[in-house]
C-alpha cells in the first residue's frame, strides 16, 4: 500500500514538473513578442516627447520671428514718416519747377518702397519650424510623405492702394482676391524687362526677370488710380520708342465685358486711333485666368490713348459691380521647363512671347527633313536663311553665355544624337551651341542641356524640337500605313 502511494506521489510530481516546463516553454516562446511590444511602445513614447519638443520650438520660434518682423516694419513706418515729413518741409520751401521734381521724384521712391512692401509673404518654410525626424515604423514598407506647405499672405499696410501681389514664389493653385479695377498689366519681353531695369522708375514690379529660360515677364503698375497709371505707363512708353504694340493682361471677367464693346465698335475703335490690329486672344495664359489684349498700330501716342479708354470703360463697368473676384494671375516664373516644352509642342497661341517664338519656329517645320543615315537629307533644316533661325537676330545681340534645358522622353535622346552622334554633332557645328544630353541610356527622362549666348542656344533648341516632331510624325505616318496595309490584306 505504501509503494502504491509512493509511486502515486511520484507520478504526480512527474506531471508537475512536465506542467511546469510546458508553461515555462510557452513563455519562453512568447518572450520575443513582449520585447516587440515594449520596443514599440518605447518607440512611441520617444516619438510623441521629441514631435512635442519641436512643437514647443516651432511656436517660440514663429512667435520670435513675427515679433521681429513686425518690429523691422514698424521701424520701416517710422522712418518712412520721417522722411515724408522731411520732404513736405523741403516742398514748402521749393521756389521752382526743378526743385519741386526732386523732391517729388524722391516721394515717388519712397512710396514705390512702401508698395513693393505689400508684395512680401511671410512663409513657414525655415529651417526653424519645420519637423525633423519621423516615427521609425513603417506601413508596408511606404512611408507617408507631404508635399504641402503653410504660406501666410503678409497684411497690407493700412491707408494703402490696393495691390496684386505675384510673387514668383506663390504656388499657381493659389487664387487671388483682388478688385478688378485695382490692375494694370502687362505682359512684355525678357529684353525690354532688362532695359526697363536699367531705368530706376517708381510704381513697377516685374515678375520672372531672372529666369533665363523664360522670354517674357509680367509688368505690373503700382498705382491706385487711372491718373496715376497714366503718368506710370507715359515714363514707360517714354524708354521704348521704337515700340509700336502692347500686350495688355484682362481678367476672363473684363474679357466679357471688353468682348461685347468690341464686337460692337471694332471698326470706331481701329479708325479712331488708327490701330493696325486690336484683338483679344482665346486663349487664357499658361495656368491663369488672364486673357491677352494685343494692341498695335502706327502713333504710339494714339496706342496709349486707347489704353485709357479701355481702363476707363472697365472701371466704370467695374464701380456699377463693386465686387471682389478669385482669379488666378499669370506668372511666367510659375512655368516649368515641361510646361514650356508643352506650350511650344502643342502650339498653344495664348499671345504671349513663348507663343510668338513657336509660331516663328514653326513657320519652316512643314519643310525640313530629317533622316539619321543621310546626312544630305537634311540640308534644308540648316539654311540659315530660313526664319525660324534668323527670328533671334531681330531681338538682340546679347552675347552673355546663358544655359537651357530640355526635358525630353528616353526613346528621343536616341533621335537627338543620331547614328554615331552625327546629329547632335551637327546641331554643334550649325548653331554653335555647346549641346549633350544628361543621363543613363536606361532612365525614363533625359534632359538636353545647351550652353551659349541666346541666339545660338535658341537656334539649338528650335533644331532639336524639329528633329524630335519629324520623328513622331514619321512614325505615326508608318503607323497608319502599316494598319492600311493589314486592312487590305483582309
Known amino acids: 500500500m505504501d509503494k502504491k502511494r509512493s509511486n502515486f506521489v511520484f507520478i504526480l510530481y512527474y506531471c508537475n514538473f512536465l506542467f511546469s516546463s510546458m508553461v515555462d516553454l510557452e513563455l519562453k516562446n512568447s518572450l520575443p513578442l513582449n520585447k516587440s511590444y515594449h520596443k514599440v511602445i518605447e518607440n512611441l513614447n520617444r516619438w510623441r516627447t521629441n514631435m512635442t519638443t ?10 520670435l520671428d513675427m515679433k521681429r518682423t513686425l518690429d523691422d516694419v514698424h521701424h520701416f513706418a517710422s522712418f518712412t514718416n520721417a522722411l515724408l515729413i522731411e520732404q513736405e518741409s523741403q516742398l514748402k520751401k521749393a521756389r521752382s519747377n526743378e526743385e519741386i521734381d526732386i523732391i517729388q521724384e524722391r516721394i515717388n521712391q519712397i512710396l514705390a518702397e512702401v508698395q513693393f512692401l505689400q508684395l512680401l509673404s511671410f512663409h513657414l518654410n525655415y529651417d526653424a519650424v519645420k519637423f525633423n525626424g519621423k516615427l521609425p515604423i513603417s506601413y508596408n514598407n511606404n512611408e507617408l510623405k507631404s508635399n504641402s506647405s503653410l504660406i501666410t499672405t503678409f497684411p497690407c499696410l493700412p491707408n494703402t492702394s490696393q495691390t496684386i501681389s505675384d510673387s514668383s514664389e506663390l504656388s ?9 479695377y485695382a490692375k494694370y498689366r502687362f505682359l512684355i519681353s525678357r529684353t525690354d524687362a532688362i532695359e526697363l531695369k536699367k531705368n530706376f522708375l517708381p510704381n513697377f514690379h516685374l515678375t520672372s526677370y531672372n529666369n533665363e529660360l523664360i522670354n517674357e515677364c509680367v509688368l505690373t503698375f503700382n498705382v491706385s488710380n487711372l491718373d496715376s497709371f497714366l503718368h506710370a505707363f507715359t515714363l514707360y512708353w517714354n524708354l521704348f520708342s521704337n515700340n509700336h504694340e502692347i500686350r495688355m493682361l484682362i481678367s476672363q471677367y473684363n474679357v466679357l465685358f471688353l468682348t461685347e464693346k468690341l464686337n460692337e465698335i471694332p471698326c470706331s475703335l481701329v479708325k479712331r486711333f488708327q490701330l493696325d490690329q486690336i484683338k483679344i486672344f482665346s486663349n487664357s495664359c499658361p495656368k491663369s485666368d488672364e486673357k491677352i489684349l494685343l494692341i498695335n498700330g502706327k502713333q504710339r501716342n494714339l496706342i496709349k490713348e486707347c489704353i485709357d479708354e479701355i481702363y476707363f470703360n472697365i472701371e466704370e463697368n467695374n464701380k456699377n459691380q463693386d465686387t471682389e473676384h478669385n482669379i488666378k494671375l499669370y506668372n511666367p516664373a510659375n512655368l516649368s521647363k515641361d510646361d514650356i516644352n508643352e506650350i511650344i509642342l502643342s502650339k498653344l497661341d495664348y499671345g ?41 537676330n531681330t531681338r538682340n545681340n546679347n552675347t552673355d553665355i546663358i544655359q537651357r534645358e530640355m526635358t525630353i522622353s528616353n526613346k528621343y535622346a536616341g533621335v537627338v544624337i543620331g547614328v554615331n552622334a552625327s546629329c547632335i554633332d551637327r546641331i554643334k557645328q550649325k548653331t554653335g551651341a555647346y549641346v549633350y544630353i544628361n543621363g543613363e541610356t536606361n532612365d525614363l527622362k533625359r534632359t538636353v542641356i545647351m550652353k551659349g549666348t541666346h541666339e545660338q542656344v535658341d537656334r539649338a533648341y528650335a533644331c532639336i524640337e524639329n528633329l524630335i516632331e519629324r520623328y ?19
Open 54 to 63: 519641436q512643437l514647443n520650438e516651432m511656436h517660440d520660434n514663429t512667435l
Open 352 to 392: 504671349g512671347f513663348i507663343s510668338n517664338q513657336t509660331r516663328l519656329m514653326s513657320t519652316h517645320n512643314s519643310q525640313m527633313h530629317i533622316t539619321e543615315d543621310d546626312e544630305s537629307d537634311d540640308d534644308d533644316l540648316w539654311d540659315e536663311n530660313d526664319e525660324w533661325w534668323n527670328f533671334q
Open 172 to 180: 499657381t493653385n493659389n487664387k487671388q482676391s483682388i478688385l478688378l
Open 472 to 490: 513622331i510624325n514619321d512614325k505615326s505616318f508608318m503607323e497608319q500605313q502599316h494598319l492600311h496595309g493589314k486592312h487590305k490584306e483582309k
